[in-house]
């Protein structure tokens, strides 16, 4: 099982970035998919979720800036950041969960600065 996280990189305050994670060996469709973040010095925190049936949560730090979606058919699962800040500056990383069971990618750097 391998989740692949991409589409991390350098971008200017209120910029957009689209992050991407492509599962192998395992099919996205019978998990719940979500994004987290680690900035630095600080601990992992979920930033959005979504479910098997489409249903997405985020975190109040994203909200309204976010976008989760899933494609089941490419087996992808894409965070959409728009009005970037410094305080988004993180590793941000792909997370499959199903019945207590957790699968996370690599990790992808995401850094907000002028």
């Known amino acids: 099982v391998q989740l692949q996280a991409s589409g991390g990189g350098l971008v200017q305050p209120g910029g957009s970035l689209r992050l991407s994670c492509v599962g192998s060996g395992i099919l996205i469709s019978r998990y719940v998919m979500s994004w987290y973040r680690q900035p630095p010095g600080q601990q992992r925190e979920l930033v959005a979720s979504?479910?098997?049936?489409?249903?997405?949560d985020y975190a109040d730090s994203v909200k309204g800036r976010a976008i989760i979606s899933r494609d089941n058919r490419k087996n992808t699962v894409d965070l959409q950041l728009n009005s970037l800040k410094s305080a988004d500056t993180a590793v941000y990383y792909c997370?499959?969960?199903?019945?207590?069971?957790?699968?996370w990618g690599q990790g992808t750097l995401v850094t907000v600065s002028s």
């Open positions: 979504v479910n098997i049936v489409g249903e997405k």
């Open positions: 997370k499959g969960g199903l019945r207590g069971v957790a699968h």
